[in-house]
């Protein structure tokens, strides 16, 4: 099982996370200019917008603390448990909001262009949950290791950093105590 949570796939679900909210926003202001003349407006409307852009921050803000050297001083594997726990919450509020104003009122473009974003916010809920178990078990292993922050490598090392103004340390891994 743990093999399946692995930090090593953490990389190729944030790229397929960018992705799909790439695809979200651009539906989303498609959705917006395509309105029915008697739609009714509400929050629905531009919550996808908001929930993509905050999303996009979160997830460049764990790649570029974890793959950018200069930044590595502001990672923090709780940071990132917390924040892919929040994505889950988020998400499900986008997909509850739009299925609750495709309920009241759903008409041509604007609802297709509805269903396949709440469809979209499910499939990144889902990835969330998998994102907030990866990034809990890396943090739970850092702790049990009592590394501030570990990186695995494929090399069987990791990259252990010491203090924030230190450049990191290349140690081979070692088994729990």
């Known amino acids: 099982?743990?093999?399946?949570?692995?930090?090593?796939?953490?990389?190729?679900?944030?790229?397929?996370?960018?992705?799909?909210?790439?695809?979200?926003?651009?539906?989303?202001?498609?959705?917006?200019?395509n309105q029915p003349a008697g739609a009714p407006r509400s929050r629905a409307n531009t919550m996808s917008l908001g929930?993509?852009?905050?999303s996009l921050v979160i997830i460049l803000y764990q790649l570029l603390t974890e793959h950018v050297q200069a930044l590595q001083r502001w990672s923090s594997l709780k940071a990132y448990a917390i924040l892919n726990a929040l994505e889950i919450v988020f998400w499900l509020a986008v997909v509850f909001l739009l299925i609750q104003a495709n309920i009241n009122f759903c008409s041509g473009l604007s609802c297709t262009l509805s269903w396949i974003i709440v469809t979209l916010g499910i499939i990144m809920s889902l990835l969330a949950v998998y994102m907030a178990i990866v990034t809990y078990l890396d943090?739970?292993?850092?702790?049990?290791?009592?590394?501030?922050t570990s990186y695995g490598m494929d090399d069987g090392t990791e990259v252990q950093s010491v203090n924030s103004y230190n450049a990191p340390i290349h140690a081979p891994r070692t088994s729990k105590p």
Do not use: D, T
């Not at 679900?13 to 200019?33: D, E, K, N, T, Y």
């Not at 929930?51 to 905050?54: F, I, N, R, T, V």
């Open 1 to 33: 099982m743990i093999g399946l949570f692995s930090p090593r796939y953490k990389f190729v679900i944030h790229v397929v996370q960018i992705f799909l909210i790439i695809i979200v926003l651009v539906l989303s202001v498609v959705r917006m200019f």
């Open 139 to 148: 943090w739970r292993n850092s702790r049990s290791r009592k590394y501030p």
């Open 51 to 54: 929930m993509s852009a905050k």
